[in-house]
């Protein structure tokens, strides 16, 4: 009896974890990339970070919902590139160029900015 116990409490944890799992929220990053959609450079830069995210656990289709977006290297599109991104309200925004960071922190005060690798 006590076997059948306790196979029916481990089934029963089983199958709260992986409900859990189905209920867990979908989040929402951005990135901006500031060159071109064409420049394989900033696509490895986007492809590092979702990997990075992957190694933490949130991956992509599962838990994880990336909106990657360029600027093209132009001032005017990375401010409306960095409009569009605020309006969708991700949790938080990677960039890799402080001029991209500037133009986000001046879409919004209250989503976290995050600026790696910034030379200019």
Do not use: Y
Request: proline share 2%; charged share 25%.
């Amino acid at each position: 009896m006590k076997r059948r116990k306790f196979i029916t409490l481990l089934g029963g944890a089983a199958g709260m974890a992986v409900a859990g799992r189905a209920q867990q929220r979908m989040r929402r990053i951005g990135i901006l990339m500031p060159g071109s959609e064409n420049d394989a450079l900033w696509h490895m830069n986007a492809a590092v970070a979702r990997k990075a995210l992957a190694e933490l656990g949130w991956n992509e289709g599962l838990n994880l919902r990336v909106e990657l977006r360029f600027g093209e290297g132009d001032a005017g599109r990375i401010s409306d590139q960095a409009r569009e991104l605020v309006r969708l309200a991700p949790e938080v925004i990677l960039t890799a160029s402080a001029a991209a960071g500037r133009a986000l922190k001046q879409e919004t005060q209250t989503i976290p900015v995050v600026v790696a690798g910034s030379g200019s």
